[in-house]
């Protein structure tokens, strides 16, 4: 029997509600759509953090980001340039060099983001191919950073011009495809749409006019972050045919996700919160999985997964057993496919030093610590987070701040030079009041 491929495609900064399935009131994502349709669409999809770097970090390692210095940054900047330490260790098991070692074929077509050369990078780490940039946000045309370095990668040679990034990576992603010969796959497609700047296809002469500078603060209008949705959405279903036309889709899971909640233009509805929060809007995530061979057209599931789930997930279906020194703490999903309804017991954490946060998620309950107040909310009667039951449920609140403590105190601290002002310690978990 055929071992499965892997596809995972990876958005950024993209809102719970930013896409038709999800909810969106503009129509920019036919083809998500379609592959929600022929799929399982997850209504309580979650990142393991609501900032880019750490997530990623959970995402390739299975593991919480936590355990690792690099994930401390919110968010990893490029003052860690060179740096030794900052960035994932090449040492550390990763899905795609456990995949690589059982004969899988490995490539990261988009954002890296989780340290610098010459000490990190994805060839070190797993990734036999890659095509991308190695940081946060970069120029759509220019492909340079915020610092103004060029930052688009074919291996480790700088790559040329290839026209409007987003269409760069969705064309580099079909190009794979086409190659693909006997060996199974692990394709990674990790757009940086739509993170700022908010530029589409059309708009390259207004970023030749400015040099290709790229700001958080510049410009943007919510008509360009739909067209950048719409146009990352084109490419995806061009990776899409080329799946089908390879005769590969019914033995490939393709799974979609963002790696947090949106921000500036985006749509989180119905969540408060947003890129940086731990309130919904800022972790819970659009997520849709397709894999014809395994799960049934039309599904939907309400029980919650995070991230790190899709590491354990893609080795347990390709057979293959995590490093026995790095025991995953993600889940598999496998019995998800099976049945929608399958809801394990199980818990979700979550820490931040900005505004020295902390959540975890039972069951129906959420307990969160923000800017030195508690809140305690039932999600399965108010997922708007609006009426805080801290008061009126004092026990439940206590016991939740106390299995949240346990939680931390079983990894690493943060370290005190991690970029923020505040440190997280059990110390700084509020009380609450008499």
């Not at 960035?87 to 490995?106: C, I, K, Q, V």
């Not at 006019?209 to 146009?231: E, K, P, V």
């Not at 919904?280 to 790190?308: D, F, K, N, Q």
């Not at 818990?347 to 969160?368: F, I, P, S, T």
């Amino acid at each position: 029997m055929r071992r499965p491929n892997f596809l995972f495609i990876l958005a950024d900064d993209l809102g719970y509600a930013d896409l038709g399935c999800t909810g969106a009131r503009a129509q920019v994502s036919p083809n998500l759509d379609r592959m929600a349709a022929d799929g399982m669409l997850f209504t309580h999809g979650y990142a393991n953090s609501p900032v880019c770097s750490p997530t990623r970090f959970a995402l390739i390692t299975g593991r919480w980001q936590y355990r690792l210095r690099g994930a401390a940054e919110e968010p990893m900047t490029g003052r860690f340039r060179g740096d030794k330490v900052v960035g994932l260790p090449p040492e550390h098991p990763t899905l795609p060099s456990l995949l690589r070692d059982a004969g899988y074929r490995t490539a990261l077509v988009g954002k890296w983001h989780l340290g610098y050369p010459p000490h990190f990078g994805p060839l070190k780490s797993g990734y036999q191919e890659f095509f991308g940039p190695l940081s946060g946000g970069v120029d759509y045309f220019s492909y340079t950073s915020s610092a103004g370095t060029p930052d688009l990668w074919d291996g480790e040679i700088p790559a040329g011009d290839h026209g409007y990034l987003t269409d760069a990576l969705s064309d580099r992603a079909v190009r794979f495809i086409e190659s693909v010969e006997d060996a199974p796959f692990l394709l990674s497609l990790h757009y940086t749409a739509p993170h700022w700047p908010w530029e589409t296809r059309e708009d390259r002469a207004e970023s030749e006019r400015i040099g290709g500078r790229i700001s958080h603060l510049d410009g943007g209008s919510l008509a360009t972050y739909h067209r950048m949705i719409q146009q990352m959405d084109e490419g995806i279903g061009r990776v899409l045919a080329a799946l089908e036309s390879k005769g590969l889709a019914d033995d490939t899971l393709v799974v979609f996700t963002s790696d947090n909640g949106g921000e500036r233009f985006s749509d989180n509805w119905p969540f408060v919160g947003q890129k940086m929060d731990l309130l919904e809007g800022g972790i819970r995530v659009p997520l849709i999985a397709r894999w014809p061979a395994c799960i049934r057209a039309g599904s939907t599931t309400a029980t919650p997964a995070i991230t790190m789930d899709w590491c354990a997930t893609m080795l347990a279906a390709a057979g293959v057993a995590p490093h026995p020194e790095y025991p995953l703490d993600g889940m598999s999903l496998l019995p998800l496919f099976a049945d929608p309804a399958w809801e394990p017991q199980r818990r979700l954490y979550w820490r931040m030093l900005h505004r020295q946060q902390a959540a975890l998620r039972d069951g129906r309950w959420k307990y969160l610590a923000m800017d030195g107040h508690e809140y305690l909310f039932d999600l399965a009667a108010d997922e708007r987070e609006r009426a805080n039951l801290a008061q009126c449920q004092a026990q439940r609140l206590a016991s939740m701040r106390e299995t949240w403590a346990e939680w931390n105190a079983r990894l690493p601290a943060i370290p005190p030079d991690a970029r923020a002002t505040l440190v997280f310690s059990d110390a700084d978990i509020p009380r609450p009041s008499h």
